[in-house]
């Protein structure tokens, strides 16, 4: 009888066991405990008192903080890479909180890479970088290159021997994915961030918002669970403008608010006319020229976090980042509203 008890006893245990883990399994992503990060796209890193209250508000514990971008150049013959826009540091960084050094790599660039030589000065530079700015512990650097399928093999080929190299110093790479890339093989990384901004055409005259815009998010994620690679979200946060003349593209803008004097005419929603020719960010504006006034609105960054929400359940951590700190376009949100983003 004793041994019946027992037995009994063991298949309930396994059974409860069972279900506990299929729940564990089956858990909702918005269940999940989010790692709030930002993104620090500048040359200069200093932060005044709005964006180090932001980091500490807002429990921010990654920064990924651009390094430095790679083109190349040539005398004709020869390709030489170089680094571009190197980040000059004019502030400490800040205590309790991982810093992710991130290279902006150009297409171009790739198409005449020497991968091998590329990759050895690139991670070398960054740890570098990092030593000399009293950043330590490294467990993480990205990549962000645009790359397509004509430079897919050389850009794969890097990231293999910029891991062989990272392996040396005990460090992971990752690498960001841009919405056209989920149609793409994966890259060879341990982790990838979705880029949920400039999902339109900035050039084209017809686009309504090339920042952001539901439309442009929902073709390409709704095969998110079967990608391949962890991802974590970046969303946009920033504004611009963009300029056209004769239906064609003319200049951006860091302009984000258009002026209500006599040299603009609100012809749209988010569209101006200009009424007479001036100087706006040292761009010679004539009459009839279009301004399109892009922004990251927050109703349309909750439509598009909750499409993201809908078909991003294969995680087994959910981060979330915001592109960029900046206190300048991140004061147009409410505290509430940022807490929104970053949680659900």
């Known amino acids: 009888m004793k041994f019946k008890i027992l037995i009994y006893s063991l298949v309930l245990f396994i059974i409860s ?4 883990q299929g729940k564990t399994d089956t858990s ?3 269940d999940m405990p989010v790692i709030p990060a930002v993104y620090y796209w500048k040359t200069i890193f200093t932060l005044n008192n709005y964006e180090k209250e932001f980091l500490r508000d807002n429990q921010i514990k990654k920064i990924y903080l651009r390094f430095f971008d790679v083109d190349y150049e040539t005398d004709g013959m020869n390709y030489r890479m170089v680094p571009v826009g190197t980040l ?9 909180v991982e810093i992710i050094p991130t290279v902006f790599i150009t297409n171009e660039c790739m198409k005449q890479a020497d991968t091998d030589k590329l990759a050895s000065k690139i991670v070398w530079r960054i740890v570098r970088m990092a030593d000399t700015n009293n950043i330590h512990s490294l467990r993480e650097i990205q990549f962000d290159c645009d790359w397509t399928p004509s430079t897919q093999n ?11 190299h990272l392996n040396n110093h005990s460090i992971q790479l990752s690498a960001t994915i841009r919405l056209h890339q989920l149609t793409l093989p994966v890259p060879p990384v341990e982790k990838g961030v979705l880029m949920c901004y400039n999902t339109g ?33 970046a969303y946009p946060t920033f504004s611009w403008t963009v300029g056209f003349r004769d239906n064609k593209f003319l200049s951006l803008f860091r302009q984000t608010e258009i ?14 006319k200009v009424t007479q020719s001036h100087y706006l960010e040292q761009k010679w504006l004539i009459k009839d020229d ?11 960054l909750l439509q598009v976090k909750s499409a993201i929400d809908r078909y991003h359940k294969k995680v087994k951590e959910k981060e979330i980042i915001l592109y960029h700190l900046d206190s300048i376009n991140l004061s147009k949100y409410t505290s509430h509203e940022i807490q929104t983003l970053y949680h659900p």
Do not use: H, M, W
């Open 17 to 20: 066991s069972c279900n506990q």
């Open 28 to 30: 909702d992503v918005s």
């Open 88 to 96: 000059q540091f004019k502030d400490t960084i800040p205590q309790n």
């Open 154 to 164: 050389k850009y794969f080929d890097f990231l293999k021997k910029a891991k062989v």
């Open 201 to 233: 055409n900035l050039r084209n005259k017809q686009a309504k918002n090339s920042i952001l815009d539901l439309s442009d998010v929902l073709p390409y994620i709704r095969g998110l669970n079967k990608y391949d690679l962890p991802l974590a979200i």
């Open 259 to 272: 002026p209500n004097n006599d040299n603009y005419e609100k012809i749209d929603s988010n569209l101006y």
């Open 290 to 300: 279009i301004l399109r006034q892009e922004n990251s609105s927050f109703p349309v």
